[in-house]
């Protein structure tokens, strides 16, 4: 992309970020975070429009004043350019590359959280409807070495098993949220981690149900019990087995129908 050039009668303003610092402490991470900005990404061959919540950081040596943060908020916005490629998990390494050169800086990290929408098709009536999921993706390079993360929170429907095996008739279910952080050693779709989160649960979510679909889900989630624990040892199985991920971390929440609380889970593995 063409970088927009300063306008001479700029030119002599005195730099004061570029000013010498005698404090001798070096920043680890500055920059700008709470930014909201519209971006497309690219999973795979689908390309989503969503408006991300954004957080840019460099890293600043003892001996600089400051960071220049208008030029942090110029990448966002050379990202939401109609005829910007969309940003990507393999993008990713790239955007915080131009960052650092663009700041002169030995290091810098981005974090781009957004809603992410799938068009869900009902098991029986196959009415179409959108579901929208939480996604939070992070890079950060620093002295050469690259690592990024990916998070995905996907709600689903559990059913209790205890309470399917004790009682006469019926079972307490509730929805709950799996989440997903993985650490790719290659790129990895946004859609196959929501994949494995939903086909781990006693029965996916659907936007829109009708009679038939919702009888559906109500006998699939009945057919299929989940603890909190067999939600992440379900997830993790599947990671475990998996050479793309260097390191995950699985958490479920169960928002409890017969309780004023939560039952809470969590595996991690390889950070």
């Known amino acids: 992309m063409n970088r927009p050039e300063t306008p001479n ?10 000013s010498r610092d005698e404090r001798r402490l070096a920043i680890d991470r500055v920059g700008i975070k709470g930014l909201r900005y519209p971006l497309s ?23 600089q004043k400051g960071t220049h ?9 050379e990202r939401a350019a109609p005829d910007a490629e969309p940003l990507s998990v393999a993008g990713l390494r790239g955007f915080v590359e131009e960052l650092v050169l663009r700041l002169g800086a030995p290091g810098g990290s981005v974090e781009i959280a957004f809603p ?49 095996e004790i009682s006469a008739y019926g079972a307490h279910n509730q929805r709950s ?3 997903i ?8 779709r946004v859609a196959e981690l929501l994949r494995i989160a939903e086909d781990e649960a006693s029965c996916e979510l659907y936007g829109i149900l009708k009679r038939a679909d919702e009888k559906y889900v ?21 990671l475990s087995d998996d050479d793309r991920f260097a390191a995950f971390t699985v958490e479920a929440e169960n928002f409890e129908s017969i309780h004023n609380h939560s039952a809470y889970a969590r595996i991690a593995r390889g950070w």
């Open 9 to 18: 009668h700029l030119l002599s303003i005195p730099d004061v970020q570029s």
């Open 41 to 63: 990404f690219a999973d795979g061959d689908q390309v989503h429009r969503t408006i991300a919540t954004c957080a840019v950081y460099v890293e600043l040596p003892e001996e």
């Open 69 to 77: 943060m208008s030029r942090l908020v110029a990448l966002l916005e």
């Open 116 to 164: 992410f929408f799938v068009r869900k098709t009902a098991p029986v009536s196959g009415v179409a409807s959108l579901l929208d999921y939480d996604v939070r993706l992070t890079a950060k390079l620093a002295h050469g070495d690259y690592a990024s993360t990916i998070c995905v929170s996907a709600p689903v429907t559990s059913l209790c098993p205890c309470s399917k």
């Open 177 to 179: 949220l799996v989440t």
């Open 181 to 188: 952080t993985v650490r790719p050693r290659v790129p990895v």
């Open 218 to 238: 109500t006998e699939r989630a009945y057919d299929n019990p989940r603890f909190v624990e067999d939600l992440v040892r379900g997830v993790a199985s599947r």
